[in-house]
């Protein structure tokens, strides 16, 4: 059941905090407040050190730059991480493992099976999707909260997930100012400590040399599946049910996959959510 519920708190962070689920515009259509920026995090708890965001193209391409050092049951690791988000693909590469993988950006994929639907069903789309966050939330005993905190200048959104996991949001958009999680006696928490307007260099968007990114087919068909599926529940909510649940869902960090037990769980999670969207759309 833990590994169940780490799987539901990344689904609904996922959901809640793409703005693709709430609002009148969709995710792909968004604007940030900036054209480019540079952020840089405090990391503190199960991990201890920085991270670094850059932005650019109104947030089209991101740089993240992690490094930190976490102390499991006694052991200490060093963890140096970059990752690169285009509106294609998503690049991570671990340099204390001199490892590199390549994925299509799940919202390509959303994209692509937005645009081959008619405009009846993208108006469908857009009605259900200012609902769906609020809801998928408060079926995941969550909850949003619009411009609950003033961040560095910036209004933001609380998200609050089960187990009292919460980020704040600068509103509208899904860039983090402040992340606390709180889940089965791991605590991390993760503030933004100051945000730079100022043209990013070039450099930070280099890939590391010596570092090959191998492409995961697996991965790829997942994040397909889940935008499919995506779509599929913003269209028409009442037939989630009907709706194959993602197959094998992987969880990071090569946990085992979910069990059929755990999958119907997560259905019920699921329905239990869309339940909620109708309530409040019949409100």
């Known amino acids: 059941m833990k590994r ?3 799987v539901s708190i990344m689904i609904a962070s996922w959901m809640v905090s793409t703005p ?3 609002g009148d515009e969709l995710a792909w259509e968004k604007k940030l407040p900036f054209k480019n920026a540079t952020i840089h995090y405090s990391i503190k708890g199960i991990e201890d050190g920085t991270e670094t965001l850059y932005i650019r193209d109104n947030g089209k391409e991101r740089a993240t730059y992690r490094e930190t050092v976490s102390n499991m049951m006694g052991m200490k690791m060093t963890n140096k991480t970059i990752v690169f988000k285009t509106p294609e693909y998503i690049y991570s590469y671990d340099l204390e493992k001199q490892q590199g993988f390549k994925g299509v950006n799940p919202q390509k994929y959303m994209i692509e099976e937005y645009n081959r639907l008619s405009a009846k069903d993208k108006e469908k789309i857009r009605e259900n999707a200012k609902k769906m966050g609020a809801a ?10 619009q411009n609950a905190a003033k961040l560095l200048g910036y209004d933001c959104d609380k998200v609050e997930i089960m187990g009292g996991s919460s980020t704040y949001l600068i509103h509208d958009t899904d860039v983090a100012l402040k992340t606390e999680m709180n889940m089965m006696g791991m605590k991390l928490t993760m503030v933004a ?8 260099d070039d450099k930070v968007f280099q890939h590391p040399a010596g570092i090959s990114a191998e492409a995961n087919s697996q991965s790829d068909e997942m994040a397909q599946n889940m935008a499919r599926q995506a779509i599929a529940m913003l269209k028409d909510p009442e037939n989630v049910k009907n709706t194959p649940m993602m197959p094998q869902m992987a969880v990071p960090g090569g946990q085992p996959e979910m069990s059929k037990e755990d ?5 019920q999670q699921m329905e239990q959510m ?3 969207m109708k309530g409040k759309g019949a409100q």
């Open 136 to 145: 998928y939330a408060e079926g995941m005993g969550g909850e949003i909260q």
């Open 20 to 22: 693709a689920f709430a």
């Open 274 to 276: 869309m339940k909620g």
């Open 193 to 200: 400590e100051s945000v730079d307007k100022d043209k990013v």
């Open 263 to 267: 999958q119907e769980e997560m259905m």
């Open 4 to 6: 169940l519920c780490v």
